[in-house]
């Protein structure tokens, strides 16, 4: 299977995490183009599936991703697709907050008029050792409401690294069933 992981980062935790999706996707035997939205990557149509994904910073993901999907709709829409979010809001596992996680990615997805067949939340990284004065206290606010670490002197990885392979897994699975397919 030929698969396309197109992705925005701002810290860098989404590329890692679409790195491990394209190793671990690799390593089942698939061939897997993995690109970042700014680096004008191919378009979807010579793929069986495509994986889009984004972090959430204040509130939105990255233009370049936006303009990613809104060139390339028709041809995501008729594969398989899934987008994954990165977010550490959901980090509380509260409902509220899993609730408030997904009306950022779905005013996201309408803005770019597509609804993916799958989305998946996954929880991202703290960089507090690379944040400045303000952006260290701001985060170490919002954290503090969600449950995670407010040691500001490391870094915190949260994401569930068990739960991307099985989400890349479960999408391939889809895919060969044809299962998204207009």
Not at 2 to 20: D, F, N, P
Not at 61 to 80: C, D, F, G, M, S
Not at 136 to 142: A, D, E, G, N
């Amino acid at each position: 299977m030929h698969i396309l992981i197109i992705y925005a980062t701002v810290e860098g935790q989404t590329r890692k995490i679409a790195r491990a999706m394209e190793d671990h996707l690799q390593s089942l035997g698939h061939a897997v183009s993995c690109c970042n939205a700014i680096d004008a990557p191919p378009s979807p149509e010579n793929f069986d599936l495509v994986l889009l994904g984004g972090s959430v910073h204040i509130g939105h993901y990255a233009t370049a991703l936006k303009h990613y999907i809104l060139a390339n709709k028709a041809a995501i829409e008729a594969r398989p697709n899934a987008f994954f979010s990165v977010c550490l809001h959901i980090l509380s596992g509260e409902p509220k907050a899993m609730e408030e996680a997904m009306d950022i990615t779905r005013q996201f997805t309408d803005a770019c008029q597509w609804t993916p067949k799958r989305v998946e939340q996954i929880a991202g990284a703290l960089k507090y050792v690379e944040y400045d004065f303000f952006k260290r206290f701001m985060m170490k606010q919002i954290v503090k409401r969600e449950g995670g670490s407010t040691d500001t002197t490391q870094d915190h990885e949260y994401t569930d690294w068990a739960r991307v392979k099985l989400f890349c897994d479960e999408m391939v699975a889809l895919a060969e069933k044809g299962v998204g397919v207009k």
